[in-house]
């Protein structure tokens, strides 16, 4: 098998202080090597002084532009930041965002993925497809492979935290095929966040640092990269 290369990102940075504390922990003592900001929340600054000064994360942009919930088996807004079906307002929170990034971090993002992948509905996708190209930048699962099998939950909220353990991590690990592969993930040091993903967080922090994963990539031949990298990467293979 040809080598392989692997981008472990943590989307919700800057989302709350026990976020940041856990993408920092599983950074510096496990697995992570990229992060997704999302500017518009208070703990953004702190995740953006952060990244300055550990500049071996990779940071892109977490696109936010609502959150929802499930309440008696259906979807309902925990909150909107614009009306997802609406262009213009699309296109001009983008634009906001990818700017809100660039003041916090002095540059722009490495990729553009969103919360609740809203990024690969219309017209959604096609504004923030063309924000990257403009910047040269990625977009996750559209750049390349993405997997978000690692995740405590099934589609209807119902808990699976099997599922964010040891043994499923590293079966992921095995599975992979491309050369390059996004693996996201939703580390937290603290269960604080109003949102229907949280305890499990916590156990993904403690996977994620487990020396048994870090022992089963060293054993695949898997490299971990940051989406930094693989824009070198991508460069060179163009050259």
């Known amino acids: 098998m040809?080598?392989?290369?692997a981008i472990v990102n943590a989307d919700d940075f800057g989302q709350s202080h026990g976020v940041n504390r856990g993408i920092a922990e599983a950074h510096e003592q496990g697995i992570l090597t990229n992060a997704s900001l999302m500017v518009r929340w208070s703990a953004a600054g702190d995740a953006a002084a952060y990244a300055r000064n550990h500049p071996a994360l990779g940071v892109g942009l977490h696109l936010d532009l609502g959150e929802w919930t499930l309440r008696a088996g259906e979807w309902a807004p925990l909150y909107e930041v614009v009306d997802i079906s609406d262009s213009r307002a699309i296109a001009g929170e983008v634009m906001w965002q990818l700017e809100a990034f660039e003041r916090l971090l002095?540059?722009?993002p490495a990729q553009i993925?969103?919360?609740?992948?809203?990024?690969?509905?219309e017209p959604v996708r096609s504004i923030v497809c063309e924000a990257a190209e403009r910047q040269g930048i990625a977009v996750r699962d559209v750049s390349i492979p993405y997997c978000g099998?690692?995740?405590?939950?099934?589609?209807?909220?119902?808990?699976?935290?099997e599922w964010i353990g040891v043994p499923a991590l590293i079966k992921i690990l095995e599975g992979l095929t491309a050369k390059v592969t996004e693996i996201s993930c939703h580390p937290a040091a603290a269960d604080e966040l109003d949102t229907q993903y949280r305890v499990e967080r916590i156990d993904e922090l403690r996977t994620l640092c487990d020396p048994r994963v870090r022992k089963a990539i060293d054993e695949l031949g898997?490299?971990?990269?940051?989406?930094?990298?693989w824009k070198s990467l991508a460069g060179k293979a163009a050259t």
Request: aromatic residues 14%; proline residues 3%.
């Open 2 to 5: 040809s080598h392989r290369f």
């Open 106 to 108: 002095n540059r722009p």
């Open 113 to 121: 993925d969103s919360h609740q992948h809203v990024h690969l509905r």
């Open 149 to 161: 099998s690692f995740y405590g939950q099934d589609q209807h909220g119902v808990s699976y935290r």
């Open 222 to 229: 898997i490299s971990l990269i940051s989406f930094a990298n």
